[in-house]
């Protein structure tokens, strides 16, 4: 098995470029110092890729930053070396340096660069892209500003960016998230630099994005003879980029070493967990699958909605599709996903059945009673029997629980516009409906800022319960959490419509937290279902060509068969 | 851009017919009209008038007619014919009163705009970047009470501060010697000993706000991602601040011209009263107290019109100095 | 699966395995804090307490509450009437409260008092001069009794806070105005009207505001439109010449107390489209928060979406924001009343005071009819400012 692993994991020859040693970082909060990094220690070398992987609060990204001494002014370096070295060996201590003094302002940008998550906000509104690429050539390679143009050029077309000579002069929110990030990318690389920072650089952007971007440095990196320090909660991409691992977890780095050993033979309890979850969701939960014979509870007919506007003659200006002749049907006791990138409207698709966002055409028809009912002409009594038995999970742990209300009264909240229900009977059923989701009954009188995300999520849950529901529409319910609490949540969630007969409707961009919860998956692209199967058929045998480009492009978590990096591109 | 511009001002239409009522009810709110005032004026000083040329005025002004048809005469007369109606108390055309004191409301404005904006841009800056420094609590306090003490307060203070310790007399534009004066040196440096302190006590609020807006801005803005990109750049601190958070912080300081010169206005209306300047104050509050409501109609009118013209502005500079506004 | 072994030379050497934590490390600014102890806390506790640990806003806060005491009990804190005028002590410059009088033995003894006065006639143009005579000892008491009122216009009484004991001594410890009326006294009764215009300006300002905002709110479309458009043309104004236009319509015949209503309406006229705009920029942001889109999932209907839901979210904020909106209207009035077209003479206010200040020569030779009554309002105003600002920090107690 020795022969698969990847040649970059051998033991390498180099000495380091960067070497970390004992690096600490104290964060003096009002109420707390926060030790937010503790004695981490690793060595970056050229042309080879360290992953910190780490949940969210592990410290991974003040890590990164700290080595551009770029960290937030409560925050301190309690400790450590920072070690940057040249070709010559000569080198640089750079924990030592002032923030902000002319000798770190020399590394940052010109020894080492660095990308960032949000491609959104990382970039200057107001300045175009061009103007800000050169900035950095001008600072550090002593061009003219004709030269720096040329070269600002040059690097959007290394980057992949089509009509560089034009884009230069454009503003970032003319860009899509992808072309921000290819242009972070180059600015990042316009000084040529020894080492490659980056943090997160995929995390907001679309899967098939994602393994375009990582390709794009992979070259990059290739190409240049780079060092890179990538940081990631991903599992997956870890196992598809990296050469060494260090996972992190509350400042610490509790495991480090080469890729291979860390995905094959784990020694920290902590990895183990980490994997497990991980491996967890790329395989399916191993359920029966439910029979569809009978009635679906559930029809979808041509469901669609358009949103445009018109000027001031009464012309439509522009029109978009947002979903556009959807058909579904979802059985009893059925799992089924929805899968799509951003813009694919399947956000859009669940609020229609529910009816928050009023549908254009087609038509939804209920079927959980005695007779079928047409959900898009129900009267306002009928819908609010359909929305009882048809909930709704969000994505936002935070957004979705008013802060000023209890956790009894939010969950209480349903139970008392049904009416019925008073008093002891009342608490009886809250703390009924908190125990189903694996919540202490002392829960009650706390407020939702008591909770962290994943306990919020199951208290978004109970409220959904409260009603004695048959569907619960759950969109990107497990995005906003952490690899092992999403493996908890979803196990939580078999585990009720085991119990409680339910069916639901997954709407998720996740491909593998689909394939491990759902039965059936149907796939939008551009407002339509490009493809519905078992979800085991999608995700190993995918038919069409979009869908097939969507399930190449996710990163598979083992580092001897990667996958992302030889995948098949769709071109719409 | 061209297309923005006609935009923004076709916009500006329905915002200038409303200030146009606000100011035609203004006129129209004192019981009676002005004939009967003239009426009761000349009865004072014994003189009467015949009813066939009290008929004949009441025609000519349309006094008679219903209030819209009177509104339309009286704003159709100022848009076409620059006819503001009729002064009684002074006995002529309203519009030969007011340009040359609104020509001085303007330009105390804008001198006042200009010290407000030439004062906070670095207080503000510097509050936001050396946050809970000992200037920046300094400044934070003077900001305070700039934004606690009304103007006329203010003025009053500092008439008396100069009046008891420099035994100098502040009130006008110009000293004795100087007011009918042809222009010259002297008169100029005459002037600018007078400017100071309404443009101070009209400015102290305004700039008390800015700063306080601006900082605020500017440190949410210090904490935005493409701050820290900037830095990772590699660009000093300065450069960093100055090319990044202060160009976006600078938007509503552009777009504060919408607020702040109403308020400016409103300061060089009460601050002249106190301290007897020759704008359109103390002779709008005149007009007022003598019901001579065409002149002091005109005036509302006018210092509307000027306010919105200031927000035109802004909103276009504004534009200029975004992209994201000039292209949506 | 094959376990590898791997000796990671590449690493620093090799050590212990990291220890298992349970959390993420944290250490107490001072011993005995418990980080976690807010989790029970309601959000209307994390307010209060957020309010609490600014200082300086606490204490404008109580520095409010004593403005809004000093009107309520005008009657008893002042030491006389408003209105008593006294021509012999004209201009009479403030006396200081001496707690001890020199004994005939040497000795001193316990006699609250305040100075008396001389008078001098300027030969030249017959004015008339006071000076404190340290000699004129005026005893004064606490809880004595003064000049009869009537306490809230109910009750009968003529006990003073403190006053001469002999109510024909001059007893003015900020002085007098050109009637000889005490300013104290003055002050104080001044403090209840515009105190009090104020709290009323802005509450019909808050119901103009909210009625408009929830129209514009509920019907949407051409209502909304019409209101924004409302709403734009007032902000546009400059305020002090619409003021003045206003109010100088208001008859000079009115009785006192309609004079002071329209001067409120007037105030809270202008003043309540930057409440509605503040509300209903809150309530269309909130209207799209999940929690609110789970509220109406859950069946609520409208009124409870509204009242249970989204209002109580809205109170803090609207709390801070008419806190700030108070010292407008204070200024405002001040400001009208000062120029002569607002509360006019029989009503004390801080504006009406004020007016006496107008004269540069009348401020010279009596500074302190400008320093009390403009220090009255700066103080308030600044005290209203900061408790504003710590209510609007503390509304979003989970920022930091």
Request: proline share 3%; charged share 25%; no cysteine.
């Given at each position: 098995m020795t022969q698969h692993t990847p040649p970059a994991a051998g033991q390498p020859v180099t000495t380091p470029i960067l070497s970390v040693r004992d690096l600490s970082i104290d964060f003096h909060l009002r109420s707390h110092i926060l030790h937010a990094v503790r004695d981490v220690s690793f060595d970056l070398h050229s042309g080879r890729t360290l992953c910190l992987v780490g949940e969210s609060g592990s410290g991974k990204s003040v890590t990164a930053r700290a080595l551009l001494r770029l960290i937030d002014p409560q925050a301190r370096v309690a400790g450590?070396?920072?070690?940057?070295?040249?070709?010559?060996?000569?080198?640089?201590?750079l924990d030592g340096m002032a923030p902000n003094s002319r000798e770190i302002r020399a590394v940052r940008g010109g020894r080492i660069g660095l990308i960032f998550q949000e491609p959104m906000s990382s970039l200057s509104p107001v300045r175009t892209i061009?103007?800000?690429?050169?900035?950095?050539?001008?600072?550090?390679?002593?061009?003219?500003?004709?030269?720096?143009?040329?070269?600002?050029?040059?690097?959007?077309r290394q980057v992949e960016i089509a009509n560089p000579e034009r884009m230069a002069d454009r503003y970032t929110f003319e860009f899509s998230g992808g072309m921000r990030q290819r242009a972070m990318i180059a600015m990042a690389l316009a000084c040529d630099p020894d080492i490659l920072i980056a943090d997160e650089p995929t995390t907001a952007l679309d899967v098939t994005t994602q393994a375009e971007i990582m390709d794009l440095i992979a070259r990059l990196q290739r190409e240049r003879g780079m060092a890179m320090l990538m940081i990631t909660h991903d599992l997956g991409l870890v196992a598809e980029v990296a050469d060494a691992v260090a996972v992190m977890r509350w400042g610490r780095i509790v495991e480090q070493g080469p890729v291979d050993q860390i995905f094959h033979a784990p020694h920290h309890p902590y990895t183990r967990r980490l994997l497990e979850a991980t491996l967890k969701l790329d395989s399916s939960a191993k359920r029966e699958a439910p029979r569809m014979d009978g009635t679906p509870l559930l029809s979808v007919r041509g469901l669609g909605k358009g949103f445009g506007a018109v000027n001031w003659r009464g012309r439509q200006t522009f029109a978009i599709k947002a979903v556009d002749q959807v058909n579904l049907d979802l059985w009893p006791g059925e799992n089924l996903g929805i899968v799509g990138e951003s813009g694919s409207g399947k956000t859009t698709l669940g609020r229609m059945l529910l009816r928050i966002i009023e549908p254009s055409t087609g038509s939804i028809r209920w079927q959980g009673d005695a007779a079928p009912a047409e959900v898009t002409i129900m009267n306002r009594p009928d819908l609010a029997r359909y929305r009882s038995a048809v909930r709704l999970v969000f994505q936002d742990p935070y957004a979705s629980l008013n802060p000023r209300m209890t956790v009894k009264q939010v969950i209480a909240?349903?139970?008392?516009?049904?009416?019925?229900?008073?008093?002891?009977?009342?608490?009886?059923?809250?703390?009924?409906?908190?125990?189903?989701?694996?919540?202490?009954?002392?829960?009650?009188?706390?407020?939702?800022?008591?909770?962290?995300?994943?306990?919020?999520?199951r208290i978004g849950i109970a409220r959904a319960l409260a009603l004695n529901p048959r569907i619960i529409i759950a969109d990107e319910a497990t995005s906003a959490l952490d690899v092992s609490i999403r493996a908890q949540v979803l196990d939580l969630l078999l585990d009720l419509q085991r119990r409680l007969d339910l069916s639901f409707i997954f709407i998720a961009h996740d491909i593998s937290v689909v394939r491990y919860f759902c039965d059936r998956v149907a796939v939008m692209h551009r407002g339509r279902v490009v493809e519905t199967g078992s979800a085991d058929d999608i995700c190993t045998r995918p038919r069409e060509p979009y869908t097939q480009s969507l399930i190449s492009a996710v990163p598979n978590p083992d580092p001897r068969n990667r996958r992302m990096l030889h995948r098949t591109r769709f071109r719409a | 851009m061209w297309l923005y511009t006609l935009k923004r001002i076709l916009l500006m239409i329905p915002t200038m017919f409303g200030i146009s009522l606000i100011s035609f009810f203004i006129i129209q709110l004192p019981p009676g009209d002005y004939l009967t005032s003239l009426l009761a004026s000349m009865a004072d000083s014994g003189q009467t008038l015949d009813p066939v040329e009290i008929a004949r005025l009441r025609a000519t002004y349309g006094l008679d007619d219903p209030m819209i048809v009177q509104y339309f005469k009286w704003i159709s007369g100022i848009v076409f014919r620059g006819d503001f109606g009729y002064s009684f108390e002074w006995g002529r055309p309203v519009s030969e009163l007011i340009w040359e004191r609104m020509g001085s409301t303007l330009a105390i404005s804008i001198a006042a705009l200009v010290f407000v904006w030439a004062v906070s841009l670095p207080i503000g800056i510097y509050s936001a970047v050396h946050r809970h420094s000992v200037g920046d609590h300094v400044a934070t306090f003077f900001g305070f009470l700039g934004l606690a003490i009304p103007n006329f307060i203010l003025a009053l203070t500092l008439m008396y501060v100069s009046y008891r310790y420099f035994g100098q007399s502040v009130g006008g534009l110009f000293s004795p010697e100087y007011v009918g004066a042809d222009w010259s040196w002297g008169r100029v440096w005459d002037l600018m000993k007078h400017l100071w302190i309404p443009i101070i006590v009209i400015g102290t609020s305004g700039t008390a706000a800015l700063i306080r807006i601006l900082r605020a801005n500017l440190t949410d803005e210090l904490s935005k991602p493409y701050v820290t990109t900037a830095r990772a750049k590699g660009l000093s601190e300065f450069n960093v601040i100055m090319r990044y958070p202060v160009r976006i912080a600078l938007n509503p300081f552009v777009s504060a011209i919408g607020w702040v010169l109403p308020n400016l206005i409103s300061g060089v209306t009460i601050t002249a009263i106190v301290l007897n300047l020759p704008t359109a104050g103390p002779l709008l509050l005149r007009a007022l107290v003598s019901q001579d409501m065409y002149l002091a109609g005109s005036f509302i009118l006018l210092m509307g019109v000027l306010t919105l013209i200031g927000m035109l502005i802004s909103d276009l500079l504004l534009a200029v100095l975004d992209p994201r506004i000039r292209f949506t | 699966m094959t376990h590898l072994v791997h000796t990671p030379t590449e690493l620093p050497p090799d050590r212990p395995m990291a220890p298992e934590d349970t959390g993420p490390a944290i250490s107490p600014l001072r011993p005995g804090d418990d980080p976690g102890k807010i989790a029970v806390a309601s959000q209307w506790t994390l307010i209060w307490r957020k309010f609490l640990s600014n200082r300086v806003a606490v204490?404008?806060?109580?520095?409010?509450?004593?403005?809004?005491?000093i009107a309520m009990l005008a009657e008893f804190l002042a030491p006389t009437s408003p209105s008593l005028a006294r021509p012999q002590f004209t201009y009479a410059p403030p006396q200081s409260i001496g707690f001890f009088v020199p004994d005939p033995d040497g000795g001193r003894s316990w006699q609250p008092h305040v100075k008396g006065y001389t008078?001098?006639?300027d030969p030249a143009s017959l004015r008339r001069t006071f000076t404190i005579d340290d000699t004129a000892i005026i005893p004064i008491g606490f809880f004595v009794e003064g000049p009869a009122y009537r306490m809230w216009g109910l009750l009968d009484a003529n006990m003073r806070l403190m006053g001469p004991l002999d109510a024909s001594q001059p007893m003015n410890l900020l002085g007098t105005d050109a009637l000889g009326r005490d300013l104290l006294s003055r002050l104080i009764y001044g403090t209840r009207i515009s105190m009090s215009i104020g709290l009323i300006g802005v509450l019909s300002s808050l119901v103009i505001g909210v009625v408009l905002g929830a129209l514009s709110g509920y019907f949407g479309g051409w209502t909304d439109l019409v209101i924004q458009r409302i709403i734009e043309v007032i902000s546009a104004m400059p305020t002090i010449p619409l003021w003045l236009g206003l109010a100088a319509a208001v008859p000079v015949a009115w009785s006192p107390v309609t004079v002071y209503f329209m001067v409120t309406l007037i105030v809270s006229l202008l003043a309540w489209t930057g409440l509605a705009r503040e509300v209903r920029g809150r309530f269309l942001a909130l209207r799209h928060e999940d929690f609110?889109?789970?509220?109406?999932?859950?069946?609520?209907?409208?009124?409870?979406?509204?009242?249970?839901h989204i209002l109580p979210s809205l109170t803090s904020h609207i709390l801070a924001v008419v806190t700030l909106a108070i010292p407008t209207m204070i200024v405002a009035e001040t400001a009208l009343s000062f120029l002569g077209v607002g509360l006019k003479a029989p009503v004390v206010s801080w504006g009406v005071l004020l007016q006496d200040a107008q004269n540069i020569r009348a401020v010279s030779t009596a500074p302190w009819l400008l320093i009390w009554p403009s220090g009255a309002v700066v103080l308030a105003v600044l005290a209203f400012n900061f408790l504003g600002d710590g209510m609007r920090d503390a509304a979003d107690p989970y920022e930091t």
């Open positions: 450590g070396t920072i070690t940057l070295r040249d070709e010559t060996g000569a080198e640089l201590r061009g103007t800000q690429i050169a900035e950095a050539l001008l600072l550090h390679r002593r061009m003219t500003k004709p030269e720096a143009k040329a070269e600002t050029v040059n690097l959007l909240d349903p139970l008392v516009v049904a009416g019925g229900l008073k008093g002891a009977a009342l608490d009886a059923r809250i703390a009924e409906l908190l125990e189903l989701v694996g919540l202490d009954r002392s829960a009650m009188e706390r407020y939702p800022h008591a909770f962290s995300g994943g306990q919020r999520q | - | 204490f404008a806060g109580i520095v409010v509450l004593a403005f809004y005491l008078m001098s006639v609110v889109t789970a509220a109406i999932l859950d069946g609520s209907s409208r009124a409870r979406v509204i009242f249970r």
